[in-house]
Nanobody, 122 residues
């Protein structure tokens, strides 16, 4: 099994920045695509972005509008989500996921973190 532990979520003002981390263990980290998703109460989990195992390829949801950047450090078994120019509508629980192939849909991902709360408020 692969374990994912997220951290970094907190309260931030509109226009601020935040970096979320996802620490992985239990499998060869570089073999997995890493994805970020977010979910509000009563709504479906939605795709934010993913990065390939090597870190060469990235893909993002349209709402990101170049504000977010996904990266990974395979030597540290860690993936990141850098969020800039945060908006009120970015308030959500953010989840890290891992899969052996491209996974823009939640069901395409094998492993999940526990989620971390991001609250954007003035």
């Amino acid at each position: 099994q692969m374990q994912l532990v997220e951290s970094g979520g907190r309260l931030v003002e509109p226009g601020g920045s935040l970096r979320l981390s996802c620490a992985a263990s239990g499998r060869i980290f570089s073999n997995y695509y890493m994805g970020w998703f977010r979910q509000a109460p009563g709504k479906e989990r939605e795709f934010v972005g993913y990065i390939s195992g090597s870190g060469f390829s990235e893909s993002y949801a349209g709402f990101v509008k170049s504000r977010f950047i996904i990266s990974r450090d395979n030597a540290m078994n860690t993936a990141y989500l850098q969020m800039n120019n945060l908006k009120l509508e970015d308030t959500d629980i953010y989840y890290c996921a891992a899969g052996q192939a491209v996974g823009m849909e939640p069901e395409e991902n094998e492993y999940w973190g526990q989620g971390t709360q991001v609250t954007v408020s003035s």
